[in-house]
T-cell receptor
Framework: GAGVSQSPRYKVAKRGQDVALRCDPI?????LFWYQQALGQGPEFLTY????????KSGLPSDRFFAERPEGSVSTLKIQRTQQEDSAVYLC??????????FGPGTRLTVT | EDKVVQSPLSLVVHEGDTVTLNCSYE??????LLWYKQEKKAPTFLFML????IEKKSGRLSSILDKKELFSILNITATQTGDSAVYLC???????????FGTGTRLQVTL
């Protein structure tokens, strides 16, 4: 069984560009989470989906960040008008029961 | 605001040593505490703890939770160079299932 996959693994964007990060959760996992991990820090919660419903988006740092999961499986995190402070690793995790969360390899975003 | 604090921030030991990593927390609506190992890629799940005083064990790794004193420890015995990683502690809170992470402990095991 495949784990959580994310693409791209690395993304370099010029300041002001829009980016889209993709997450493929483990098949059958109802819950999906996005986290942002800055260098030397622990992951910080961004948003949470249960199936296609976005139940918590309290961690999104600004209205430039938007996430969707339209069919309750694949999710996309979009960042508009990227800024240098958006540079981080973006981790996606999925969970069958909302408790044990299994993480993907992350997308390392560098904004220049 | 929910808070998870790990100590030490970093640690260098020799192969064969035993190490103890600490995690303390102050959160509302505690549900469980999780430990992850992070090398260069995804954090990999180690343990989930929900009850005080019950040790979870996997090979050379073990962990225990104290819900009265609000902390957990992760022990690694007979350390190997492959144990070198960042160890993350996270607390599962609230109804939305989000994890609140500590900063991590960076462990380096040398020959």
């Amino acid at each position: 069984g495949a784990g959580v996959s994310q693409s791209p693994r690395y993304k370099v964007a010029k300041r002001g560009q829009d980016v889209a990060l993709r997450c493929d959760p483990i098949s059958g996992h109802v819950s999906l989470f996005w986290y942002q991990q800055a260098l030397g820090q622990g992951p910080e919660f961004l948003t949470y989906f249960q199936n296609e419903a976005q139940l918590d988006k309290s961690g999104l740092p600004s209205d430039r960040f938007f996430a969707e999961r339209p069919e309750g499986s694949v999710s996309t995190l979009k960042i508009q008008r990227t800024q240098q402070e958006d540079s981080a690793v973006y981790l996606c995790a999925s969970s069958l029961d909302g408790r044990e969360q299994y993480f993907g390899p992350g997308t390392r975003l560098t904004v220049t | 605001e929910d808070k998870v604090v790990q100590s030490p921030l970093s640690l260098v030991v020799h192969e064969g040593d035993t190490v103890t990593l600490n995690c303390s927390y102050e959160v509302t609506n505690f549900r469980s505490l999780l430990w992850y190992k992070q090398e260069k890629k995804a954090p990999t799940f180690l343990f989930m703890l929900t009850s005080s005083g019950i040790e979870k064990k996997s090979g050379r790794l073990s962990s225990i939770l104290d819900k009265k004193e609000l902390f957990s420890i992760l022990n690694i015995t007979a350390t190997q160079t492959g144990d070198s990683a960042v160890y993350l502690c996270a607390v599962h809170t609230g109804t939305a299932s989000k994890l609140t992470f500590g900063t991590g402990t960076r462990l380096q095991v040398t020959l």
